[in-house]
């Protein structure tokens, strides 16, 4: 597990499932996604985020100079599977980026989770030779039923995946913590970027193998308390762990 909003690149070709988390103003979008949506010039990419559109609007020139077709496309669209399958069809040969749009006024997370699990089943029927990768950007907008039986299956389908969430412990509520639990240890790579849960602070510091020390991590600062030392407050951007 990594801490921190640093910043993270993985490797082209790396097929890996990721998980971030990170509350409002910690950097997630900046230093993950739009770094690693800008850095790929080889795989197809689909983006699914609000209507803010602020991957889209970060990344999409890069992606045109990178020579990607760039689509967008509205998740609660009455056409959206048809135009889906029609773009998938149509583009097998033509590396592209798909921005998929989320209004989260006029539905439930119910609604949403399940359109986006069709998604799902349309690409794995599809069997795309080219390899791609999803990024779920404000997961917890369309929470998708089934979601840890998709992860442990995406890597045969040339699938990487992100789940990017502000909150663990939201995850738990939806999913209950079983499942959510399960797509944590389902990915290869969990990015904590900081929060301002004191639930999820503990639980990271449980994972992060500090039992020694408990790591409380706030929006900006990181807390250790030591039993041998006063408190130390670090700020989250320079924080380094030396045991």
Same mark, same amino acid.
């Given at each position: 597990?990594?801490?921190?909003?640093?910043?993270?690149?993985?490797?082209?070709?790396?097929?890996?499932?990721?998980?971030?988390?990170?509350?409002?103003?910690?950097?997630?979008?900046?230093?993950?996604?739009?770094?690693?949506?800008?850095?790929?010039?080889?795989?197809? $990419?689909?983006?699914? =985020?609000?209507?803010?559109?602020?991957?889209?609007?970060?990344?999409?020139?890069?992606? !045109?100079? *990178? %020579? &990607?077709?760039?689509?967008?496309?509205?998740?609660?669209?009455?056409?959206?599977?048809?135009?889906?399958?029609?773009?998938?069809?149509?583009?097998?040969?033509?590396?592209?980026?798909?921005?998929?749009?989320?209004?989260?006024?006029?539905?439930?997370?119910?609604?949403?989770?399940?359109?986006?699990?069709?998604?799902?089943?349309?690409?794995?029927?599809?069997?795309?030779?080219?390899?791609?990768? $999803?990024?779920?950007? =404000?997961?917890?907008?369309?929470?998708?039923?089934?979601?840890?039986?998709?992860?442990? !299956?995406? *890597? %045969? &389908?040339?699938?990487?995946?992100?789940?990017?969430?502000?909150?663990?412990?939201?995850?738990?509520?939806?999913?209950?913590?079983?499942?959510?639990?399960?797509?944590?240890?389902?990915?290869?790579?969990?990015?904590?970027?900081?929060?301002?849960?004191?639930?999820?602070?503990?639980?990271?510091?449980?994972?992060?193998?500090?039992?020694?020390?408990?790591?409380?991590?706030?929006?900006?600062?990181? $807390?250790?308390?030591?039993?041998?030392?006063?408190?130390?407050?670090?700020?989250?951007?320079?924080?380094?762990?030396?045991?």
């Amino acid at each position: 597990m990594l801490i921190g909003a640093t910043e993270l690149k993985f490797e082209q070709g790396n097929n890996s499932n990721v998980y971030v988390v990170g509350s409002n103003g910690t950097g997630k979008n900046r230093f993950y996604t739009n770094l690693n949506v800008k850095r790929e010039e080889e795989k197809n $990419i689909i983006v699914i =985020e609000s209507m803010k559109k602020e991957a889209y609007h970060a990344t999409h020139q890069t992606k !045109v100079e *990178q %020579g &990607y077709l760039v689509l967008q496309l509205d998740l609660l669209s009455p056409h959206f599977h048809g135009m889906l399958r029609e773009v998938l069809s149509q583009y097998q040969h033509q590396k592209f980026i798909l921005y998929i749009h989320v209004n989260v006024v006029e539905s439930t997370y119910h609604e949403r989770g399940e359109q986006v699990q069709k998604l799902l089943h349309i690409l794995i029927e599809q069997q795309f030779k080219k390899a791609m990768h $999803i990024y779920f950007d =404000e997961y917890e907008m369309y929470p998708i039923p089934n979601i840890d039986k998709f992860l442990c !299956v995406t *890597q %045969g &389908y040339q699938m990487g995946v992100s789940i990017i969430v502000q909150y663990h412990s939201q995850l738990q509520q939806i999913h209950g913590k079983r499942i959510a639990n399960q797509v944590l240890t389902n990915c290869d790579w969990t990015l904590f970027f900081g929060t301002n849960s004191m639930q999820d602070a503990e639980y990271f510091s449980r994972m992060s193998g500090y039992d020694q020390m408990e790591v409380f991590l706030l929006q900006d600062e990181i $807390i250790l308390l030591d039993a041998y030392y006063p408190p130390q407050k670090i700020p989250i951007r320079n924080a380094e762990f030396n045991r």
